[in-house]
């Protein structure tokens, strides 16, 4: 019940609360932040949530320590660590449509659950990223904004671009 209580004051108020930036934000980010937890379940420290994110009812979400998410964010069926810093407008899809049957047309043949994502810690997701389902974004990672994550990403690789592909290691 405390879950659906908090989704419901998340999703009709505390998600169109202004950002952190604007006069007495820190306290919108405050109660945008007690209401993810809620949802959640979880127990983590030091979270800051801007406006706009959507987590679904959250039960598919965890969230680590330390962890940034920004405005417009939508994310789905995935495990987040530590000291991770999500830029504006990511996506992380968590379904999608079956197009086996080309005898049906797609509409008609229902969804399916993709397997979940795992943002491991410290990593930097930069803007517009696409992460896909079931991708690993290894520790200490950083996606550039605007990729598209199709595969696993190894710990200390920096990718970009659509597909992603790596553009360095940091160490």
Sequence with gaps: MKRIVSGILYYLIASHLPCTYFPLGRLFTKIRTCCVRMMTGSKCLHLE???????????????????????????????????????????????????????????????????????????????RAIIMHGVRLGTGSIVAAG???????????????????EIKKRK
Excluded at 73 to 102: F, K, Q, T, W
Excluded at 147 to 163: E, F, L, R
């Design 49 to 127: 949530i801007e406006s706009g994110v959507f987590i679904g009812n959250g039960r598919d979400v965890s969230i680590g320590n330390h962890v940034q998410i920004n405005e417009n964010c939508r994310l789905r069926n995935v495990d987040i660590g530590n000291y991770v810093m999500i830029a504006p407008e990511v996506m992380i899809p968590h379904s999608g449509h079956n197009y086996e049957d080309v005898t049906k047309p797609m509409i008609f043949q229902g969804a399916r659950n993709y397997a979940k994502t795992i943002i491991e810690d410290d990593v930097w997701v930069g803007s």
């Design 147 to 165: 990729a598209v994550v199709v595969k696993d990403v190894g710990q200390y690789t920096i990718v970009g671009g659509n597909p992603a592909k």
